[in-house]
């Protein structure tokens, strides 16, 4: 059984910054795209980041712009999401997900096979 664990979320006042992390257990992962979501109250789950099997291919949702690095360590199943100039409109449950396209990547929900259960990014204005 795959375990799907996030860590690193906390309060952040505006421009501030947080680094999440992401380990997987249960399985090896190094072939598949590994990723991040995010979902705010009342919203739909939104795409963030994702990371091919690699590390050399990375996407990112539109809002991101630079602010955001997705990196990956293969031989701990791990996934960060190192967050920079974060925004009240950032704040959110940010979830980690693993099992995406196999040497490529994801960007959608039904893509990815394992998810955590999330972790809380505050930012205050």
């Known amino acids: 059984q795959v375990q799907v664990v996030e860590s690193g979320g906390g309060w952040v006042q505006t421009g501030g910054s947080l680094r999440l992390s992401c380990a997987a257990s249960?399985?090896?992962?190094?072939?598949?795209?590994m990723g991040w979501f995010r979902q705010a109250p009342g919203k739909e789950r939104e795409f963030v980041a994702a990371?091919?099997?690699?590390?050399?291919?990375?996407s990112y949702g539109d809002f991101v712009k630079t602010r955001f690095t997705i990196s990956r360590e293969n031989g701990k199943n791990a996934v960060f999401l190192q967050m920079n100039s974060l925004k009240p409109e950032d704040t959110a449950v940010y979830y980690c997900?693993?099992?995406?396209?196999?040497?490529?990547?994801?960007?959608?929900?039904?893509?990815?096979?394992?998810w955590g259960q999330g972790t809380q990014v505050t930012v205050s204005s």
């Open positions: 249960g399985r090896t992962l190094s072939r598949y795209a």
């Open positions: 990371i091919n099997w690699s590390g050399e291919r990375t």
């Open positions: 997900a693993a099992g995406g396209r196999e040497y490529g990547l994801g960007w959608t929900i039904p893509e990815y096979d394992y």
